[in-house]
């Protein structure tokens, strides 16, 4: 199966639009999403529309198995071990994704647009916000990683003033998205202003909460507003 998106619309009128990369084993579960009339949900958010993109099946090297999954990945804990497995499945979810956001900023501003993530779904979303060139409403990060933050922290580190651009660029090269055919997409960086909220479990047994703490040290570093929230008694 392919790439693909199920829609949520709480109302008949939509001012604001969230978009949810979601992580590899609730894919199925959005397909059957439904709101009860009567939800809190309704009250509380009357006017936004749920966008969930869900991913097509690849190998996955770590399972050993066929699976929905963003990109492949060697490990869980040591995200640095294989990391050009990451690359493809990155570069085309990237273009998948913009490509959603796009669209939907053709019927609201950017700023009642929030881009979020779950799991690898959080990891995926954080490169399409950087790369995507623009600041969004928010970005909402759970129980997530970092492809490629060992590198981007020490880029970030060295380059002091000029580390958001030494890291787009490196980010860039790395993805193969250096061709100038991508420069409309990818802009000039003003992502970096987006808010950005990062919530993690202190007993999730599958992404350590440690990698969540290096998000937020990453992002933090190149400038970025970010709120940080653990929670206690909650897993993966």
């Known amino acids: 199966m392919g ?3 199920n829609v949520l619309t709480l ?26 009339t009567t939800s809190p949900l309704i009250d509380r958010l009357p006017s936004w529309k749920w966008v969930f993109p869900t991913t097509k099946e690849r190998y996955s090297t770590l399972f050993r198995e066929e699976m929905n999954e963003w990109f492949d990945t060697m490990s869980l804990t040591d ?3 294989g990391e050009d497995l990451q690359v493809k499945g990155l570069f085309e979810a990237l273009q998948y994704l913009w490509g959603i956001i796009n669209k939907e900023l053709e019927s609201v501003p950017v700023e009642r647009l ?7 779904g959080c990891a995926t979303g954080l490169h399409t916000l950087l790369l995507g060139g623009r600041k969004l409403g928010a970005f909402i990060g ?9 590198h981007i922290e020490k880029i970030a580190r060295d380059a002091g003033r000029r580390s958001f651009k030494e890291v787009l660029d490196f980010m860039r090269t790395k993805l193969s998205l250096d061709n100038p055919s991508y420069s409309d997409t990818l802009g000039a960086g ?12 202190l007993d999730d047994e599958v992404i350590s909460i440690e990698l969540g703490k290096q998000i ?8 970025v507003q970010v709120t940080w929230k653990e929670y206690q008694e909650c897993g993966h």
Do not use: D
Not at 142 to 150: D, K, L, Q, R, T
């Open 216 to 223: 937020h040290r990453v992002l933090s570093g190149l400038g």
């Open 11 to 36: 109302t008949q009128s939509s001012s604001c639009t969230a978009v949810e990369v979601v992580a590899k084993n609730v894919q199925r579960s959005c397909s059957s999403l439904r709101v009860p």
């Open 79 to 81: 995200i640095s071990r």
């Open 142 to 150: 759970i129980s997530g990683w970092m492809p490629f933050a060992g």
């Open 190 to 201: 003003s992502a970096v202003g987006t808010p950005v909220f990062l919530g993690h479990g």
């Open 114 to 120: 929030v881009l979020g993530g779950i799991s690898q």
């Open 3 to 5: 790439y693909s998106q």
